[in-house]
């Protein structure tokens, strides 16, 4: 096996651009990653990067090596994975990716129970609101909190999320109640919204008479992290724009209220995404539909009552 981990850990050096990227993702050394490239160069009599001490960018020889080791490695998945479908016996490991409110109510609680069902399958949970790279990442699944535009990836949607703008009553005592969208831009109220580097909406896109319209809002703070921005608002701090499962035990209890509810935001969805080859691998099967089934019934219970 010691080739084939040589020739994978070249093809996750050509994919992510870096050496020490790639010994952190097969969890060996950056000395052991170059040791391994020297070998398989010397091996093969010809240079696969050219190396800096800034850059490291694949060679003509490199390129062509690489579409023949990513079809290789793939064979070898794909027999794998008939083996394991054939004996009823998955094993290895999958390597997930979720935005951080997603994953931590619906993903991780359910981690340790699906390990129990499936003792031989490991579990690489990577927690992230920042746009996942499924392909470059390695990522077997990934679930995504919004809408995607086309994609070359497989998208299993999972369920659709009504969102909602609200605030604290302390908020609203001291700004006044934004009747909609308009409102929010016109008064000035203080907009709590999630950026991150890639991220797109930097803009709220509301339902109106008139169809769907996007509105140009401020404020003080921003985050990319979900979950701090919630928190921000049960402190006063503002407006958010939030999916409905996320907000629904603080406005169950009166700690935030809806606003701005003559403009509701559009709703948006949970899907999965997965590599079409990643789908045919049972442990990856396995593991999305039994995710699959319990965020749909979690987020039924979140979003009941409200």
């Excluded at 499962?245 to 559009?266: C, K, M, Q």
Aim: charged content about 25%.
């Amino acid at each position: 096996m010691s080739y084939v981990n040589t020739i994978r850990m070249f093809v996750r050096v050509y994919e992510l651009g870096s050496m020490s990227a790639a010994a952190r993702d097969q969890r060996t050394s950056p000395a052991v990653a170059s040791a391994r490239i020297s070998e398989l160069e010397k091996h093969l009599g010809v240079r696969l990067f050219n190396r800096t001490t800034r850059s490291l960018q694949p060679t003509e020889n490199g390129r062509i090596f690489y579409d023949g080791a990513r079809r290789v490695l793939d064979a070898i998945d794909e027999a794998e994975a008939a083996v394991m479908d054939v004996t009823q016996n998955p094993r290895g490991t999958i390597f997930v990716a979720a935005p951080l409110g997603v994953g931590r109510r619906f993903v991780a609680p359910h981690v340790p129970a699906f390990k129990d069902q499936y003792p031989q399958i490991d579990v690489r949970l990577r927690l992230s609101d920042r746009i996942i790279d499924v392909v470059a990442e390695a990522i077997d699944v990934a679930f995504h909190l919004g809408l995607l535009d086309d994609s070359t990836l497989k998208v299993k949607t999972i369920a659709d999320c009504p969102r909602l703008l609200c605030a604290a009553p302390a908020y609203i005592a001291h700004r006044g109640m934004p009747e909609d969208g308009a409102a929010l831009v016109r008064d000035r109220h203080d907009c709590l919204n999630l950026r991150f580097p890639g991220a797109k909406e930097f803009q709220w896109t509301l339902q109106t008479p008139d169809g769907p319209r996007r509105f140009e809002i401020a404020g003080p703070f921003e985050s990319d992290d979900g979950d701090v921005l919630t928190g921000w608002a049960l402190d006063g701090r503002g407006v958010i724009l939030k999916p409905l499962f996320e907000v629904a035990a603080h406005l169950r209890s009166g700690a935030l209220v809806p606003v701005a509810t003559a403009t509701p935001p559009l709703p948006t969805q949970i899907s999965s995404l997965s590599q079409h080859r990643r789908l045919k691998d049972p442990k990856v099967r396995l593991f999305t539909e039994y995710m699959a089934a319990r965020i749909k019934d979690e987020l039924r219970r979140a979003s009941d009552g409200p």
